[in-house]
């Protein structure tokens, strides 16, 4: 079993930045991919931004050029730097980890922390 905990949300502006982290615990021989992903009210939970071991990354358009994810393979930790944040951002963002270890796939997920960009 794998442990997401994630912090760093709250409340900015617009145009502002926030730090999301995630942090892994528990069985992680191997974590093969770690991503982001947000539902806002009323709409389908979406990716955000993923990473691959070896550090490949995936981001959804919509934050292409706003967004970092970048990963502590140390402190199996990974984490999702936004700037320029918009009104639509506004989500709750969740971290999910996959692990495939002899051909399973194994999917954990945080409990999300909620990111309001409002004036």
């Known amino acids: 079993q794998v442990q997401l905990v994630e912090s760093g949300g709250g409340l900015v502006h617009p145009g502002g930045s926030l730090r999301l982290s995630c942090a892994a615990s528990g069985s992680i021989v191997s974590i093969d991919v770690m991503g982001w992903y947000r539902q806002a009210p009323g709409k389908e939970r979406e990716l955000v931004a993923v990473i691959i071991s070896g550090g490949r990354t995936n981001y959804a358009d919509s934050v292409k050029g706003r967004f970092t994810i970048s990963r502590d393979n140390a402190k199996n930790t990974v984490y999702l730097q936004m700037n320029s944040l918009k009104p639509e951002d506004t989500a709750v963002y969740s971290c999910?980890?996959?692990?495939?270890?002899?051909?399973?796939?194994?999917?954990?997920w945080g409990q999300g922390t909620q990111v309001t960009v409002s004036s």
């Open positions: 999910n980890a996959v692990s495939v270890v002899a051909g399973t796939v194994n999917n954990f």
